[in-house]
């Protein structure tokens, strides 16, 4: 059983700053790969950021520059910092896991329930 709760989103107005987490928990023998995906009204779901076991990271041209990510193995914790937010930066945002759960070989993905970031004046 494996669970990721988020939190961090909210109403920000163009410039702010947002910070995301999202933990695991449950049965979890190891995670691989941790990112944030987001989906606008209308659009379909796309890859913000990741970040592997090891540290390498990934981010989709549209935020790089602005959003940093990072993790904390020991919590089972993935972060998403927001920097100079832009409208079309709001979204969805869902947290998404890949790992493995105890007893198992094979890489299982899960994702968060999504928590809304809405940049406005």
């Given amino acids: 059983q494996v669970q990721l709760v988020e939190s961090g989103g909210g109403l920000v107005q163009p410039g702010g700053s947002l910070r995301l987490s999202c933990v695991a928990s449950g049965s979890i023998f190891s995670i691989n790969v941790m990112g944030w995906y987001r989906q606008a009204p209308g659009k379909q779901r796309e890859l913000v950021a990741a970040i592997t076991s090891a540290g390498s990271t990934n981010y989709a041209d549209s935020v790089k520059g ?56």
């Fill in 66 to 121: 602005r959003f940093t990510i990072s993790r904390d193995n020991g919590k089972n914790t993935v972060y998403l910092q927001m920097n100079s937010l832009k409208p079309e930066d709001t979204a969805v945002y869902y947290c998404n896991v890949e790992l493995r759960i105890s007893g198992s070989w094979s890489r299982r993905t899960y994702w968060g329930q999504g928590t809304q970031v809405t940049v406005s004046s």
